[in-house]
């Protein structure tokens, strides 16, 4: 198995067509599907089930899409990073992140960083918090940003930025106009919010709030991004809670109002290998503390 059969197969399981695949490729269909029967025999295993009308992914086939195309990822980075050495270029910091720090600093702290240490090239992965975890054991990041910090104790956690959930309401909705409301005002709202496999520490922080204010929330919708949730919202297509952040961030067709009472906060962890930590994801981690300023209220 190698790296070029590796992209022959993630094509053909990206686009579950053997034709689009080979133009994609730039190669005939009849070599694509040879090279891919033969990576099965080498694997000794059926990677794709096919017919004269579909193909799809067995499950053996799903695993090794996932696989190929961190493979795929690390051989570019792998070659990148040889050339810049051979350039004078010496080193890569690989950051994990989850979606919210993007709006707290981090494009900034890549910028200064990289001025500051020019041999070296940073290379960001967003994953959820369990996927950080698992890439930091496993070697594949040297510092992550996530949402919780219950790790082993073989990972250092430590708190970096905390804010409160705020209240994000269209602009046509009844309690539009106000600046402060009790969440349970909004009991009888469909709600705007993550699955829970894709962010747990969220979909579990928000649901308890809104039980802790006497009401189970109606989630009418699920997505996986912080500005998909605000754009849903936007169109009115239900209520979020959302973190104060992004009332800085996204403004249009939207209000943010405050939530009475104490709540957990939105809170966002560094983790590191306890016992071998990288000096540049210490140097990146002191970067990004020193961007950190309090959210204004700005509702």
């Not at 500005?227 to 961030?249: H, K, R």
Request: hydrophobic residues 45%.
């Amino acid at each position: 198995m190698d790296l070029k059969q590796l992209r022959y197969f993630v094509a053909v399981a990206e686009e579950l067509h053997f034709g689009r695949a080979a133009a994609r490729l730039f190669i005939s269909q009849p070599a694509l599907s040879f090279d891919i029967k033969k990576l099965e025999s080498q694997l000794d295993v059926q990677l794709l089930t096919r017919n004269n009308k579909s193909v799809s992914l067995t499950n053996a086939g799903q695993v090794l899409l996932d696989e190929a195309r961190y493979l795929l990822l690390r051989a570019e980075q792998a070659r990148r990073l040889t050339l810049r050495s051979a350039q004078g270029f010496v080193g890569r910091l690989s950051i994990g992140f989850v979606n919210s720090i993007l709006h707290r600093g981090l494009p900034q702290a890549v910028r200064t960083f990289e001025q500051d240490h020019p041999d070296t090239e940073i290379v960001l992965m967003e994953m959820n918090s369990a996927e950080q975890a698992q890439a930091l054991q496993r070697g594949q990041i040297d510092i992550g940003f996530v949402h919780w910090s219950h790790f082993p104790e073989s990972i250092r956690g430590e708190p970096v930025l905390a804010e409160p959930f705020l209240c994000c309401l269209p602009q046509g909705h009844r309690l539009a106009g106000e600046s402060r409301i009790d969440l349970a005002q909004l009991a009888n709202d469909d709600f705007i919010l993550f699955p829970r496999n894709v962010s747990p520490h969220y979909h579990d922080l928000i649901i308890a709030r809104c039980v802790a204010a006497g009401f189970s929330p109606r989630i009418r919708h699920e997505t996986r991004l912080w500005q998909t949730v605000v754009a849903m919202v936007a169109y009115e297509m239900g209520v979020a809670l959302v973190p104060q952040t992004l009332a800085g961030t996204w403004k249009e067709g939207v209000h943010y109002c405050e939530i009475s009472g104490d709540g957990a906060l939105s809170e966002v962890h560094a983790i590191r290998h306890a016992d071998k930590p990288s000096a540049a994801a210490e140097s990146f981690l002191t970067v990004l503390k020193a961007l950190q300023k309090p959210v204004a209220p700005g509702l």
